[in-house]
């Protein structure tokens, strides 16, 4: 790719996005959106959530919510980036002004970027887990590795304060680093290899774990939807991970529709990054679940979920040392290409809003993330005792951002790109050519969309079936 294939930041094509730089192509997009959108939210959460929460019943409506949620959301929100060309809450705020709508729908814009800098603070301790295992792996840490001594293993990583804002601090380094020096080049030449390398190991461990004799459970668990199994709060948390898993009501997807040059269909292109996003979850769980069945293992055992299970495949695997170290970088790197996109917004916001410089931003941002950072760190260790309605730092942070910020921050977005925008604008802005296939679209935006969150906030306020 050439120099200026990603010139987010720069001030290549600066004569039609005003000095913002555009993507080099709709490929170049999807790439960066795909980045965006696969993470540790697939591989990570996806599983252990879905372990949390049942099974097959909830894989079922966090599917559903993609669909009549995650993706008409999507399309929107890379819509008004690109319509605004400004950081989310300057895009909201120059399409409201189009219309002549109130100045309050920028607020939207505002909440989604606090909402993304809040899940980057812990977002990237997580992913500090996965550069911790990257060593471990190659290292044969992990040969003859059982249920016990692997959750002992996991355990004592937990229990270090210090490896943990360590290497917590070396993912935000890394990502604020790339953001400075504008999510270039680098950005782009990575995700070329590492999607389809990730993808290709994914599916090499569904063919581990398919040795293992409890594959099938593992598919009954994914798959048969027993929905005795559901609670109301399990309804809000699989809507909750379609946001995330997409990347939405952060501004990521405004952010990166910005950059985007006209011209280019935003339909399919999100189709495409959904469906992307989605093959990468199921894989992950049919990779990790029939480990978990085959050493015993509970399917609910939270956040190490997939810390457990791997590495016992990893340590009994041949060639598990190379396999474990080459899945565990990709799982950072995956990690990394979305942690910058949660990053993005921020950094233009302060740069397009305060007419600060990149660098300034990136660093008065990165003081404040690696504070937040440090209560997520902490609390699985020496502030675990620390709660707040019975729930730790890390899991209020998740549980304020994941379950109550992002499904209200879509709200108000999905309202205001079906209501407040005009017919017209939306159509011409998002290329959906046919008539009829746009009809139906817009009416799934209208209706459908926001119905479906306020339902599962009823839902889970017992309010509602
Ligand atoms: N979608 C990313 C993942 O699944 C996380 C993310 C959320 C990234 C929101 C950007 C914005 O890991």
């Given at each position: 790719?050439?120099?200026?294939?990603?010139?987010?930041?720069?001030?290549?094509?600066?004569?039609?996005?005003?000095?913002?730089?555009?993507?080099?192509?709709?490929?170049?997009?999807?790439?960066?959106?795909?980045?965006?959108?696969?993470?540790?939210?697939?591989?990570?959460?996806?599983?252990?959530?879905?372990?949390?929460?049942?099974?097959?019943?909830?894989?079922?409506?966090?599917?559903?919510?993609?669909?009549?949620?995650?993706?008409?959301?999507?399309?929107?929100?890379?819509?008004?980036?690109?319509?605004?060309?400004?950081?989310?809450?300057?895009?909201?705020?120059?399409?409201?002004?189009?219309?002549?709508?109130?100045?309050?729908?920028?607020?939207?814009?505002?909440?989604?970027?606090?909402?993304?800098?809040?899940?980057?603070?812990?977002?990237?301790?997580?992913?500090?887990?996965?550069?911790?295992?990257?060593?471990?792996?190659?290292?044969?840490?992990?040969?003859?590795?059982?249920?016990?001594?692997?959750?002992?293993?996991?355990?004592?990583?937990?229990?270090?304060?210090?490896?943990?804002?360590?290497?917590?601090?070396?993912?935000?380094?890394?990502?604020?680093?790339?953001?400075?020096?504008?999510?270039?080049?680098?950005?782009?030449?990575?995700?070329?290899?590492?999607?389809?390398?990730?993808?290709?190991?994914?599916?090499?461990?569904?063919?581990?774990?398919?040795?293992?004799?409890?594959?099938?459970?593992?598919?009954?668990?994914?798959?048969?939807?027993?929905?005795?199994?559901?609670?109301?709060?399990?309804?809000?948390?699989?809507?909750?991970?379609?946001?995330?898993?997409?990347?939405?009501?952060?501004?990521?997807?405004?952010?990166?529709?910005?950059?985007?040059?006209?011209?280019?269909?935003?339909?399919?292109?999100?189709?495409?990054?959904?469906?992307?996003?989605?093959?990468?979850?199921?894989?992950?769980?049919?990779?990790?679940?029939?480990?978990?069945?085959?050493?015993?293992?509970?399917?609910?055992?939270?956040?190490?979920?997939?810390?457990?299970?791997?590495?016992?495949?990893?340590?009994?695997?041949?060639?598990?040392?190379?396999?474990?170290?080459?899945?565990?970088?990709?799982?950072?790197?995956?990690?990394?290409?979305?942690?910058?996109?949660?990053?993005?917004?921020?950094?233009?916001?302060?740069?397009?809003?305060?007419?600060?410089?990149?660098?300034?931003?990136?660093?008065?941002?990165?003081?404040?993330?690696?504070?937040?950072?440090?209560?997520?760190?902490?609390?699985?260790?020496?502030?675990?005792?620390f709660t707040l309605f019975g729930k730790t730092f890390?899991d209020s942070?998740?549980y304020?951002?994941?379950?109550?910020?992002?499904?209200?921050?879509?709200?108000?977005?999905?309202?205001?790109?079906?209501?407040?925008?005009?017919?017209?604008?939306?159509?011409?802005?998002?290329?959906?050519?046919?008539?009829?296939?746009?009809?139906?679209?817009?009416?799934?935006?209208?209706?459908?969309?926001?119905?479906?969150?306020?339902?599962?906030?009823?839902?889970?306020?017992?309010?509602?079936?």
């Open positions: 790719m050439s120099q200026d294939s990603i010139a987010v930041g720069s001030m290549a094509g600066a004569s039609s996005n005003s000095g913002r730089g555009l993507w080099s192509s709709r490929w170049a997009f999807f790439l960066a959106a795909t980045g965006s959108a696969v993470g540790l939210g697939n591989i990570w959460k996806f599983p252990y959530i879905t372990g949390e929460n049942g099974g097959g019943a909830f894989v079922l409506v966090y599917l559903a919510c993609i669909l009549v949620i995650g993706i008409p959301l999507l399309m929107t929100e890379v819509m008004i980036g690109r319509r605004g060309r400004a950081n989310p809450e300057g895009a909201m705020a120059a399409l409201a002004k189009q219309v002549g709508a109130g100045r309050h729908w920028r607020l939207f814009g505002s909440m989604a970027i606090l909402t993304g800098f809040l899940i980057l603070s812990f977002y990237a301790v997580i992913a500090g887990w996965a550069l911790a295992y990257t060593p471990a792996a190659i290292m044969g840490s992990f040969a003859g590795l059982n249920g016990e001594s692997s959750g002992a293993l996991f355990g004592a990583l937990l229990g270090d304060p210090w490896k943990l804002v360590g290497f917590g601090t070396v993912v935000l380094l890394l990502t604020l680093g790339i953001v400075a020096l504008g999510v270039r080049e680098g950005l782009e030449r990575s995700l070329r290899f590492m999607m389809p390398g990730l993808f290709v190991l994914l599916l090499g461990l569904v063919g581990y774990a398919a040795t293992t004799g409890h594959f099938l459970e593992a598919v009954h668990f994914l798959f048969d939807a027993d929905f005795s199994k559901l609670s109301g709060q399990s309804v809000l948390v699989a809507l909750g991970h379609a946001f995330f898993t997409l990347s939405l009501a952060t501004g990521a997807m405004m952010a990166y529709g910005s950059y985007l040059p006209a011209g280019t269909s935003i339909a399919k292109t999100a189709i495409m990054v959904a469906l992307a996003d989605t093959a990468v979850a199921l894989l992950a769980g049919l990779a990790i679940f029939p480990l978990v069945f085959a050493n015993g293992l509970e399917p609910g055992a939270g956040p190490g979920l997939i810390f457990v299970t791997l590495p016992i495949a990893f340590g009994q695997m041949p060639f598990g040392q190379l396999v474990g170290g080459l899945f565990f970088i990709m799982l950072a790197i995956a990690a990394l290409t979305s942690a910058i996109s949660l990053l993005e917004p921020t950094v233009a916001w302060l740069g397009e809003k305060f007419a600060i410089g990149r660098i300034k931003a990136v660093v008065l941002s990165g003081i404040v993330l690696w504070l937040l950072s440090l209560g997520t760190a902490l609390s699985f260790n020496v502030w675990s005792d890390f942070l998740d304020l951002t994941t379950s109550l910020l992002m499904p209200l921050g879509g709200l108000g977005t999905v309202v205001f790109g079906g209501w407040v925008l005009s017919r017209t604008v939306v159509q011409e802005a998002l290329g959906i050519g046919h008539p009829h296939l746009f009809t139906l679209w817009w009416q799934v935006l209208r209706w459908v969309t926001p119905l479906g969150i306020v339902l599962v906030f009823l839902h889970t306020l017992g309010l509602f079936g």
